[in-house]
């Protein structure tokens, strides 16, 4: 099986890549964390499978924006994003990165990202009844990762068998999980 993720990483730590100083610490860790994986000192564990999973859950998504509908194509930085979270396991096979922070300039896919991300962990993941929420002080602001997921299941017909978009409540429900992903907002007049 293709490890894409620590391909990736080998091309940024070898200066293939070109990213920001944060990015390649990062890639740096992940070929650091594989030398030392499985010890006393870093109970963690490298699955490709479930880092490819997510990769190919993504690549199986519609984008419903524009003129045409187009299948997600991942770039290599989000790749190792996305891939990274959800291939690092402990030895109770849960994941070792349950949050994260990601700080990049407007208009490069830290939204797109989180729809990806939140429609597997609701839909695919394996946890039943779990709460997932988009928050922000605004509605508006709450509302973009949320739209997001729900535009990823309004695109693809497949998708709309597994989840129910309730818009007038700001609420997606997975059905077969009966996991929720709701927008949450400080404004009094909205939920």
Avoid at 94 to 108: E, G, H
Wanted: positive net charge.
């Amino acid at each position: 099986m293709i490890d894409r993720v620590t391909e990736y990483a080998k091309k940024v730590a070898n200066g293939e890549v070109f990213c920001g100083r944060l990015h390649k610490l990062a890639c740096q860790r992940h070929l650091r964390d594989l030398e030392r994986q499985d010890t006393k000192e870093f109970p963690y564990h490298w699955d490709i499978e479930s880092s490819e999973r997510i990769l190919k859950y993504a690549e199986t998504l519609t984008i419903g924006e524009g003129f045409e509908k187009r299948p997600v194509e991942l770039l290599g930085f989000q790749i190792f994003d996305i891939g990274s979270r959800f291939g690092w396991l402990n030895n109770k096979n849960k994941r070792r990165f349950r949050r994260s922070y990601k700080s990049m300039a407007r208009q490069n896919g830290k939204t797109f990202e989180n729809g990806i991300m939140g429609t597997y962990i609701a839909g695919f993941s394996g946890y039943n009844y779990g709460k997932l929420f988009t928050a922000a002080t605004k509605k508006k602001q709450a509302k973009l990762a949320w739209d997001e997921m729900a535009k990823f299941i309004n695109s693809d017909e497949d998708l709309q068998e597994y989840f129910k978009v309730k818009e007038y409540c700001s609420l997606i429900v997975a059905e077969d999980t009966h996991c929720t992903i709701e927008a949450l907002s400080k404004d009094s007049r909205t939920r």
